[in-house]
């Protein structure tokens, strides 16, 4: 399956459930036939989510990405309970295909509690509405790759920072993207499923934020994601927009770090988001 709009993506965030803990999913195939590793990370969330009770919500996930795998193939994950505490849950969850383990990761769950909280505020940034769609943004270079850059998206992108192909136009790129996204479509108001969509949605603008510091594009470079940490402060609200805020502060031995604060349009935080991507050897000449 490609992903042309959000219902690709949300039909593959349905996991089947193959056996007791043990899950099998569907991938959005690419030109590489490349699994995307935001994708992965948010349909291991979707397994794991799938073991605990219904009250207690993901708070936090660790996944390390191995293999790079064939989108072409479903993949098959195995869910380990490790603990079911008073007010948290503990789960390991590996992704495989055949023998080999594509990914790994270690994810909790909490109980609500009614307890004190606080939270740096939303940055000072455009409304959504006064600011142009991507593909509005990239209309100079639709000739380019046969569309790509304005090509339909399953989430509605509005950029404040330019996006990596528009950087690369600009003398001194900035190691900061902040956009407002919301789905291209409606969606159900699932908790779980607003969480993965998080994740996979953090997987693309936290790896774009590294790229316009090198001053590459996704079409352009070699890049592999191998770990990704998201914590889940808030339940995400997809029937409005959600400001993603990412930096870059590293870039160092072929790898680059990132970091992302994402927040609901009435300011609340919704999560903090943190990966590792690998670029390799600089091949510029």
């Known amino acids: 399956m490609v992903a042309r709009k959000l219902s690709d993506v949300l039909t593959t965030l349905d996991v ?19 699994i995307v590793g935001g994708h992965l990370a948010a349909q291991a969330l979707m397994s794991a989510s799938r073991t605990v009770s219904g009250d207690r919500a993901a708070h936090s996930m660790h996944v390390y990405l191995l293999r790079a795998g064939d989108a072409r193939r479903p993949v098959h994950f195995e869910i380990t309970r490790l603990r079911d505490g008073g007010v948290l849950s503990s789960r390991r969850v590996l992704a495989r295909q055949d023998d080999e383990v594509l990914l790994e990761a270690l994810m909790s769950f909490t109980a609500p509690l009614h307890t004190f909280e606080h939270q740096q505020p939303i940055p000072d940034v455009p409304t959504p509405e006064s600011l142009p769609s991507v593909q509005e943004q990239l209309r100079p270079y639709a000739d380019e790759h046969g569309g790509h850059w304005v090509r339909p998206q399953p989430l509605d992108l509005r950029y404040i920072d330019p996006p990596p ?5 600009r003398p001194d790129p900035s190691p900061r993207i902040r956009l407002w996204c919301r789905p291209a479509e409606p969606m159900p108001d699932d908790p779980v499923l607003n969480s993965c969509l998080l ?10 934020t590294a790229m316009v510091v090198r001053r590459t594009t996704p079409l352009t470079c070699f890049s592999a994601l191998i770990d990704h940490a998201v914590w889940f402060h808030r339940p995400a609200d997809f029937s409005d927009w959600v400001l993603s805020d990412a930096v870059a502060p590293s870039g160092v031995h072929g790898r680059a770090l990132t970091t992302a604060t994402m927040y609901n349009r009435t300011g609340a935080l919704v999560c903090t988001a943190t990966q590792e991507i690998y670029f390799g050897r600089d091949r510029r000449e």
């Open 16 to 34: 089947e459930h193959i056996a007791d803990d043990e899950f099998m999913a569907t991938q959005l195939d690419n030109a590489a036939h490349h």
């Open 165 to 169: 192909r528009l950087a690369l136009d």
């Open 199 to 208: 994740t996979y949605m953090s997987g693309t603008a936290l790896l774009e």
